[in-house]
């Protein structure tokens, strides 16, 4: 059964940080696929955050969390991460991570881009 499974959310102060992971099952990181990290807040539409191509030489980061968050991949633990520091309330969001069979070379911050989701897991930003 092909399965995304993300950990790593709560709730965190202003200025803090957190580090997301998203282990995939029944599914394999390669080098064709393209991975992503997208977030959803209350009453917003699903956002692009991060991506990293399938070879994992470029990237691609929102312009509200560059310089903050950071994505990386392992392709050997089938893990995808993203690094968030200097949390905002801002980010307070459900964040999603996502894999699309897209080739080996670039990735787009668009959501019709990828083809499966995790299930999400919330992060708050609070004082």
């Known amino acids: 059964q092909l399965q995304f499974v993300e950990s790593g959310g709560g709730l965190v102060q202003p200025g803090g940080s957190l580090r997301l992971s998203c282990t995939a099952s029944?599914?394999?990181?390669?080098?064709?696929?393209?991975v992503g990290w997208f977030r959803q807040a209350p009453g917003k539409v699903r956002e692009g955050v991060f991506c990293?191509?399938?070879?994992?030489?470029?990237?691609a980061a929102a312009n509200s969390v560059k310089g903050r968050f950071t994505g990386s991949r392992d392709n050997a633990k089938n893990t995808m991460y993203l690094q968030m520091n200097n949390l905002q309330p801002e980010d307070t969001a459900v964040y999603y991570c996502?894999?699309?069979?897209?080739?080996?070379?670039?990735?787009?911050?668009?959501?019709?881009?990828?083809?499966?989701w995790g299930q999400g897991i919330q992060v708050s930003v609070s004082s």
């Open positions: 996502t894999a699309g069979i897209r080739g080996p070379h670039g990735c787009v911050l668009k959501a019709d881009y990828y083809d499966y």
């Open positions: 029944g599914f394999t990181l390669k080098n064709s696929v393209v």
């Open positions: 990293i191509s399938g070879d994992g030489r470029s990237d």
